[in-house]
């Protein structure tokens, strides 16, 4: 079945604790990109990765890294989490090109205390 | 900054009535536009997509996009309860970056 994984879907955690939130297609997507999405403000993108080590940063990317090692993984990474990073975040995949629709995965709730 | 608004709602329509979805984008280069679907504590789910002015239809789905006014909208015709659910805008620009409305929210009212 063709999906984007994500892992975990929930998390609480504390104040400065690493973490990372991974990401997995089985498509053989090209892009990928990672979004946040707060009541009110819709989805915004983070992060995008348009093919294996090439990313580039989205509207909100403060507070986040990514890495694209690979085609098929795009994980985020918040390298010392805030309050303000408490959101549902969505990590997307498509083909290139203009008109390719997006696949999204089911969600991480991230509660950051 | 690019934008993308839409109409908060919720809108309210009866059972088998047309539904209007309304989205207005900033940015004229943007260059094509989506329109996701979002159930409760779900993952968006892509409806249509346009790129070219005036409509395209898909079933009981409209989109119409006008460039030179800058909106986008979405007609659903024979709304059903299942249709309720949060209705997502997007604007594609620069064959990269996605830019979303904040949704509106759709009842359909047995």
């Known amino acids: 079945e063709a999906q984007v994984t994500q892992n975990p879907r929930y998390l609480i955690t504390v104040t400065g604790k690493k973490l990372t939130v991974t990401c997995s297609q089985n498509?053989?997507?090209?892009?990928m990109s990672w979004y946040r999405q707060d009541p009110g403000l819709g989805l915004r993108q983070i992060y995008y990765s348009m093919n294996v080590e090439v990313t580039d940063k989205g509207d909100v990317p403060e507070g986040y890294k990514v890495s694209r090692k690979e085609k098929r993984n795009f994980p985020l990474i918040l390298e010392s989490p805030s309050p303000n990073q408490t959101s549902l975040y969505f990590c997307?995949?498509?083909?290139?090109?203009?008109?390719?629709?997006?696949?999204f995965g089911p969600g991480t709730r991230l509660t950051v205390t | 900054q690019k934008e993308v608004e839409q109409n908060s709602g919720p809108l309210s329509v009866p059972e088998g009535a047309i539904a209007s979805l309304n989205c207005t984008y900033s940015d004229r280069g943007s260059q094509s536009f989506f329109w996701y679907r979002q159930y409760s504590g779900k993952s968006p789910e892509l409806i249509m997509f346009i790129y070219s002015n005036g409509d395209k239809e898909d079933g009981r789905f409209t989109a119409q996009l006008n460039k030179a006014s800058q909106y986008v909208s979405l007609l659903i015709r024979d709304s059903q309860p299942s249709d309720s659910a949060t209705y997502l805008c997007a604007g594609k620009y620069n064959f990269n970056k996605f830019y979303f409305g904040s949704g509106t929210k759709l009842n359909v009212k047995p």
């Open positions: 997307a995949s498509s083909l290139r090109g203009l008109l390719y629709e997006q696949y």
């Open positions: 498509m053989n997507h090209e892009y």
